[in-house]
C-alpha cells in the first residue's frame, strides 16, 4: 500500500513539473488577469496555470485544456480568517461553509471552545465531521478554557490530558485563544500542561488590556496572538513583543478602526484582519473578509497589504503551507475580482474548480448534520420559581454592569436602585434592568442574578441560551414573571432565543444543534432572526444586536464586570462579587 501510494505520489509530481515547463498541458488556465504578487507587492498583467488543484507557473504562454479570459480583471489569493467562531454564525460548518464561499473566503481557523462547552470532545468531534468532505478549508485550534474559568457551570470539562485525543487530528492546528491568561500568569498546573502540549503547534491568546510584564510572561509562556486589543498603544507593544495581532472587525466588537493606523508597510506581516464573532445577518448583508478588506482601504490603507492582511499574513502565522498567495506549488484558491475598490467578487476558484461564478455557488454538497445534536429535547434546568429571580435590596449602591456600545468590554456603574417590598425591581425610567443566568447542563438549581444598564426595554423580556462560553441560559427583561417564561421557553425548545411580552411568547428561534447552531439554511435563519429582533425592538430594546449583546455579558474572561449561574463576577479581581457595596 505505501508503495503504491508512493508511486502515485511521485507520478503526480513528475506531471506537475511538465506542466510548470509547458511539456504537458495544465488542466486551467486564467489569462489576462491582473495577478497581486505578496511577496513583492508587485501587480502585473500574468497568465496563472494549475494543474490537479496546485498553481504550476504565473507567467506567459502557458496552455490548459481550460482556458479563461479574465478580461483585465483582479486575481488574489482566497481569503484566510485566522479567528472565528462558527457558532456565533448560529450555523454548522457545512452551511456556513458555502456562504462564505461566496465572499472570496476559501479558509478558516475556527475555535470550537462554544459547543464545547456544551458537550465537550464529542461537540468537537461533531464539528470535525460536518467539516470534511466539502469544497472549503476549516482548521480548527483546540478549545484551551473548557470553562472559561471556574466561576461558571458549563457542560464539559477538558483537561490537558483530553485534548492529547485532539493533538494528531490534522485539522487541528494549535491550541486555541488561552482566554485563562490569569491562569498562566498564576502558574496553574493545567493550564501549563495545554501550553506545553501545544508547544510545537501555534498557541493564541486573549489578552485584553494586557501589558507591560504580565504581557511579556504570557508572551514567554508561548502565547503568540492576540485578537482582544482595542487602542493603538496596547497594539503597538504587543506587536513589538513579537505577537501577531488580529485586528477584529466582527458583530459586536468592531477595533478596525482604532487598530488600523498601526499597520504599515515595514510591519504588515505582524497583522491579520478576523472577524471573531459574526452574526447571520452580517454575512448576508454586509459579507465576511471581503467587507473587512474594503472597509480597511476605505480607510486609507494600501489594497495589497489590506488584501496581505486576509491572505499571506495568516497562512504564515498558522503554519498553513501552500496557502494565501499566488505563486508555484501554492493551493489554486484564488478570487477574481472586479477592482480594487468595490472589492466585487466575480469568481471564486478552489482548488482550481470553479466554487463561485457571479455570486451563484456552483455543485457545493449538501450536508445532513448529526442527528444526535439535533435531537429536539428541552435543556436540563431545574423548576424554577419566581422566588429564583428574587434581589433582597440591601440599602446601599449596586454593583450595575454597563454596556459599551460596540464593544465586549463593559463598565462596572455603581447607582441606587429601586425596590419594592424589599425586593430590587427594574427601573426602565434609569435603563437599569434585572439580568439573570439560568445553569442547563446539570439542573442545578443555579440562577445567578445582577442589574444591566443599556438596553432599554421598556417592557417584557429576552432570553437565549447563546451565553458565551458556557452556554447556560441568559435573560434579561422589566419584570420577574416575564423573564422567568422567557427562559421556560428557551428550555422548551431545547434552547434558541425568545421574546416575552405581556407573559405570551411573541417571537422565537429555535437553535436545535446544542443550543448554539440552527440547521436552517442562511436566509431561512435570518428571517427568523429579523423577526426575534423586531420583536425585542416593540419591547423597547434600542440595540443594535441586542441577542449578540446579551450572550457576552456572561463571557467573565472580558472585563469589567459579567454574569454567570453562579453569581456577578469582577472580572479584574476575577472573583465573585455581591451586587450591593458600601462606598
Same mark, same amino acid.
Given at each position: 500500500?505505501?508503495?503504491?501510494?508512493?508511486?502515485?505520489?511521485?507520478?503526480?509530481? +513528475?506531471?506537475?513539473?511538465?506542466?510548470?515547463?509547458?511539456?504537458?498541458?495544465?488542466?486551467?488556465?486564467?489569462?489576462?488577469?491582473?495577478?497581486?504578487?505578496?511577496?513583492?507587492?508587485?501587480?502585473?498583467?500574468?497568465?496563472?496555470?494549475?494543474? %490537479?488543484?496546485?498553481? *504550476?507557473?504565473?507567467?506567459?504562454?502557458?496552455?490548459?485544456?481550460?482556458?479563461?479570459?479574465?478580461? %483585465?480583471?483582479?486575481?488574489?489569493?482566497?481569503?484566510?480568517? #485566522?479567528?472565528?467562531?462558527?457558532?456565533?454564525? =448560529?450555523?454548522?460548518?457545512?452551511?456556513?461553509?458555502?456562504?462564505?464561499?461566496?465572499?472570496?473566503?476559501?479558509?478558516?481557523?475556527?475555535?470550537?471552545?462554544?459547543?464545547?462547552?456544551?458537550?465537550?470532545?464529542? /461537540?468537537?468531534?461533531?464539528?470535525?465531521?460536518?467539516?470534511?468532505?466539502?469544497?472549503? %478549508?476549516?482548521?480548527?485550534?483546540?478549545? $484551551?478554557?473548557?470553562?472559561?474559568?471556574?466561576?461558571?457551570?458549563? /457542560?464539559?470539562?477538558? +483537561?490537558?490530558?483530553?485534548?492529547?485525543?485532539?493533538?494528531?487530528?490534522?485539522?487541528?492546528?494549535?491550541?486555541?485563544? =488561552?482566554?485563562?491568561?490569569?491562569? !498562566?500568569?498564576?502558574?496553574?498546573?493545567?493550564?501549563?500542561?495545554?501550553? *506545553?502540549?501545544?508547544?510545537?503547534?501555534?498557541?493564541?491568546?486573549?489578552?485584553?488590556?494586557?501589558?507591560?510584564?504580565?504581557?511579556?510572561?504570557?508572551?514567554?509562556?508561548?502565547?503568540?496572538?492576540?485578537?482582544?486589543?482595542?487602542?493603538?498603544?496596547?497594539?503597538?507593544?504587543?506587536?513589538?513583543? /513579537?505577537?501577531?495581532? =488580529?485586528?477584529?472587525?466582527?458583530?459586536?466588537?468592531?477595533?478596525?478602526?482604532?487598530?488600523?493606523?498601526?499597520?504599515?508597510?515595514?510591519?504588515?506581516?505582524?497583522?491579520?484582519?478576523? $472577524?471573531?464573532?459574526?452574526?447571520?445577518?452580517?454575512?448576508?448583508?454586509?459579507?465576511?473578509?471581503?467587507?473587512?478588506?474594503?472597509?480597511?482601504?476605505?480607510?486609507?490603507?494600501?489594497?495589497? *497589504?489590506?488584501?496581505?492582511?486576509?491572505?499571506?499574513?495568516?497562512?504564515?502565522?498558522?503554519?498553513?503551507?501552500? +496557502?494565501?498567495?499566488?505563486?508555484?506549488?501554492?493551493?489554486?484558491?484564488?478570487?477574481?475580482?472586479?477592482?480594487?475598490?468595490?472589492?466585487?467578487?466575480?469568481?471564486?476558484?478552489?482548488?482550481?474548480?470553479?466554487?463561485?461564478?457571479? #455570486?451563484?455557488?456552483?455543485?457545493?454538497?449538501?450536508?445532513?448534520?448529526?442527528?444526535?445534536?439535533?435531537?429536539?429535547?428541552?435543556?436540563?434546568?431545574?423548576?424554577?420559581?419566581?422566588?429564583?429571580?428574587?434581589?433582597?435590596?440591601?440599602?446601599?449602591?449596586?454593583?450595575?454592569?454597563?454596556?459599551?456600545?460596540?464593544?465586549?468590554?463593559?463598565?462596572?456603574?455603581?447607582?441606587?436602585?429601586?425596590?419594592?417590598?424589599?425586593?430590587?425591581?427594574?427601573?426602565?425610567?434609569?435603563?437599569?434592568?434585572?439580568?439573570?443566568?439560568?445553569?442547563?447542563?446539570?439542573?442545578?438549581?443555579?440562577?445567578?442574578?445582577?442589574?444591566?444598564?443599556?438596553?432599554?426595554?421598556?417592557?417584557?423580556? *429576552?432570553?437565549?441560551?447563546?451565553?458565551?462560553?458556557?452556554?447556560?441560559?441568559?435573560?434579561?427583561?422589566?419584570?420577574?414573571?416575564?423573564?422567568?417564561?422567557?427562559?421556560?421557553?428557551?428550555?422548551?425548545?431545547?434552547?434558541?432565543?425568545? !421574546?416575552?411580552?405581556?407573559?405570551? !411568547?411573541?417571537?422565537?428561534?429555535?437553535?436545535?444543534?446544542?443550543?448554539?447552531?440552527?440547521?436552517?439554511?442562511?436566509?431561512?435563519?435570518?428571517?427568523?432572526?429579523? +423577526?426575534?429582533?423586531?420583536?425585542?425592538?416593540?419591547?423597547?430594546?434600542?440595540?443594535?444586536?441586542?441577542?449578540?449583546?446579551?450572550?457576552?455579558?456572561?463571557?467573565?474572561?472580558?472585563?469589567? @464586570?459579567? @454574569?454567570?449561574?453562579?453569581?456577578?463576577? %469582577?472580572?479584574?479581581?476575577?472573583?465573585?462579587?455581591?451586587?450591593?457595596?458600601?462606598?
Amino acid at each position: 500500500m505505501r508503495s503504491c501510494n508512493m508511486e502515485d505520489m511521485v507520478e503526480s509530481l +513528475r506531471r506537475r513539473i511538465l506542466a510548470a515547463r509547458k511539456e504537458i498541458p495544465a488542466d486551467l488556465v486564467l489569462k489576462n488577469g491582473n495577478v497581486i504578487n505578496l511577496f513583492t507587492g508587485e501587480i502585473d498583467r500574468k497568465e496563472i496555470a494549475v494543474l %490537479d488543484g496546485i498553481i *504550476i507557473g504565473v507567467g506567459a504562454d502557458y496552455h490548459g485544456k481550460e482556458e479563461i479570459v479574465l478580461k %483585465d480583471k483582479w486575481v488574489v489569493p482566497g481569503f484566510i480568517d #485566522g479567528h472565528i467562531h462558527i457558532e456565533s454564525s =448560529m450555523l454548522p460548518p457545512s452551511l456556513l461553509a458555502p456562504e462564505l464561499l461566496c465572499h472570496g473566503t476559501t479558509a478558516i481557523v475556527s475555535d470550537p471552545h462554544e459547543i464545547a462547552n456544551v458537550m465537550g470532545l464529542e /461537540g468537537i468531534r461533531f464539528m470535525l465531521e460536518d467539516s470534511r468532505s466539502i469544497p472549503f %478549508d476549516i482548521f480548527f485550534t483546540a478549545p $484551551s478554557c473548557v470553562p472559561a474559568t471556574p466561576l461558571e457551570t458549563s /457542560g464539559a470539562t477538558l +483537561r490537558a490530558n483530553d485534548l492529547k485525543e485532539l493533538i494528531d487530528e490534522p485539522q487541528i492546528i494549535g491550541l486555541a485563544e =488561552m482566554m485563562n491568561f490569569p491562569g !498562566v500568569l498564576m502558574g496553574d498546573q493545567d493550564v501549563l500542561e495545554k501550553l *506545553i502540549l501545544f508547544r510545537e503547534k501555534t498557541v493564541d491568546g486573549h489578552c485584553p488590556t494586557l501589558m507591560g510584564h504580565n504581557l511579556q510572561a504570557c508572551i514567554a509562556a508561548g502565547i503568540g496572538s492576540d485578537h482582544e486589543t482595542i487602542s493603538m498603544e496596547e497594539g503597538l507593544e504587543k506587536v513589538r513583543k /513579537g505577537m501577531m495581532l =488580529m485586528i477584529r472587525e466582527g458583530t459586536s466588537a468592531k477595533n478596525l478602526k482604532d487598530l488600523l493606523p498601526l499597520v504599515t508597510y515595514r510591519n504588515a506581516d505582524r497583522f491579520c484582519l478576523v $472577524s471573531d464573532d459574526l452574526h447571520p445577518e452580517d454575512i448576508e448583508r454586509r459579507g465576511h473578509l471581503d467587507y473587512i478588506i474594503k472597509t480597511a482601504v476605505s480607510m486609507g490603507l494600501d489594497p495589497v *497589504i489590506a488584501i496581505q492582511l486576509a491572505t499571506l499574513s495568516p497562512a504564515r502565522y498558522f503554519g498553513l503551507k501552500g +496557502r494565501g498567495a499566488i505563486a508555484p506549488g501554492y493551493r489554486s484558491d484564488l478570487v477574481i475580482l472586479d477592482d480594487l475598490v468595490t472589492f466585487k467578487i466575480s469568481s471564486v476558484y478552489k482548488d482550481g474548480l470553479l466554487v463561485v461564478d457571479h #455570486g451563484e455557488l456552483l455543485n457545493f454538497p449538501v450536508k445532513k448534520s448529526s442527528a444526535r445534536l439535533m435531537e429536539h429535547k428541552p435543556l436540563n434546568i431545574a423548576k424554577l420559581k419566581l422566588d429564583n429571580f428574587r434581589i433582597p435590596h440591601m440599602g446601599t449602591k449596586a454593583r450595575v454592569i454597563e454596556i459599551i456600545p460596540g464593544q465586549l468590554l463593559t463598565h462596572t456603574f455603581y447607582e441606587e436602585v429601586k425596590s419594592e417590598g424589599g425586593f430590587v425591581v427594574s427601573d426602565i425610567q434609569s435603563d437599569i434592568l434585572k439580568i439573570c443566568v439560568v445553569e442547563r447542563h446539570h439542573a442545578s438549581g443555579n440562577v445567578g442574578l445582577g442589574l444591566v444598564k443599556g438596553f432599554g426595554l421598556k417592557q417584557g423580556a *429576552i432570553a437565549s441560551s447563546v451565553a458565551h462560553d458556557s452556554h447556560n441560559i441568559i435573560a434579561v427583561g422589566v419584570n420577574d414573571k416575564e423573564i422567568m417564561r422567557a427562559v421556560e421557553e428557551v428550555s422548551c425548545m431545547g434552547g434558541g432565543l425568545a !421574546v416575552v411580552l405581556n407573559d405570551k !411568547v411573541i417571537s422565537g428561534v429555535p437553535l436545535e444543534i446544542a443550543g448554539l447552531m440552527s440547521a436552517q439554511p442562511l436566509k431561512t435563519l435570518v428571517k427568523q432572526l429579523n +423577526r426575534v429582533k423586531e420583536a425585542a425592538r416593540q419591547s423597547g430594546c434600542d440595540l443594535e444586536e441586542p441577542f449578540m449583546n446579551l450572550s457576552f455579558l456572561a463571557l467573565p474572561v472580558i472585563p469589567e @464586570l459579567k @454574569l454567570t449561574d453562579m453569581g456577578l463576577v %469582577d472580572v479584574n479581581c476575577f472573583e465573585i462579587v455581591p451586587i450591593f457595596v458600601d462606598i
